[in-house]
């Protein structure tokens, strides 16, 4: 099934612990893309990458880091996290240069206290 | 660049209704248009998309979309409402900016539908 994978679904975690999302897809898209989405505010975009090792800033990168080593994966990582990182984090991804839609990951939930 | 515009956050319909949530968009090229649906608790799932053919989109669960370009606007119907029809929709536009397909989200229309 094609399908893009995120986890966790629910993190709790403490200010300035470390933390890494992990995203991967099995449909062979060069494009990936992590978004956060808040009340209000829909979704913003954080990073995206558009091949292996090709890697760009969004609308709002400030405090996330991103690596594209395979492609299939892209990792989202927080190296200090703070309250104000709480959100609802989304993984997608797509073929470029095909507007066809884009595939979201299930979601996770990640709180930062 | 591109832009999107939900012009309503909020729309509320008694079941069996018609829906229209709205959608404006921006580009200096030519764009494709997405409707994307998000039920509580729930990852996002394309409804419909617009990529140049027909101007009238139909999408899933009875839902479709007219892509009208001299009003820049690309805005969601459906007939008659359902209870399960109750969710978040996001317009997306995305066009060739900077040579690749980058979308932009709307920030998102919640549908809240009435017995």
């Given amino acids: ?113 | 660049a591109q832009s999107v515009t939900q012009l309503d956050s909020h729309v509320s319909v008694s079941e069996g209704t018609p829906v229209l949530l709205r959608c404006n968009y921006s580009s200096s090229y030519s764009p494709s248009l997405f409707w994307y649906v998000q039920h509580p608790n729930k990852g996002l799932q394309l409804l419909l998309k617009y990529t140049s053919a027909a101007t009238l989109v139909k999408g899933i669960n009875g839902f479709e979309a007219e892509f009208k370009k001299s009003e820049t606007s690309f805005h969601l119907t459906k007939p008659s409402a359902h209870m399960s029809d109750a969710a978040e929709y996001f317009c997306v536009v995305s066009d060739r900016s900077g040579g690749s397909y980058i979308p932009t989200f709307g920030r998102g229309t919640s549908l809240i539908v009435h017995p």
């Fill in chain 1, 1 to 113: 099934e094609a399908q893009v994978t995120q986890n966790p679904r629910y993190l709790i975690t403490v200010t300035g612990k470390k933390l890494t999302v992990t995203c991967s897809q099995n449909m062979n898209h060069e494009y990936m893309s992590w978004y956060r989405q808040d009340p209000g505010l829909g979704l913003r975009q954080i990073y995206y990458s558009m091949n292996v090792e090709v890697t760009d800033k969004g609308d709002v990168p400030e405090g996330y880091k991103v690596s594209r080593k395979e492609k299939r994966n892209f990792p989202l990582i927080l190296e200090s996290p703070s309250p104000n990182q709480t959100s609802l984090y989304f993984c997608a991804s797509s073929l470029i240069g095909d507007p066809g839609g884009y595939t979201f990951g299930s979601g996770t939930r990640l709180t930062v206290v």
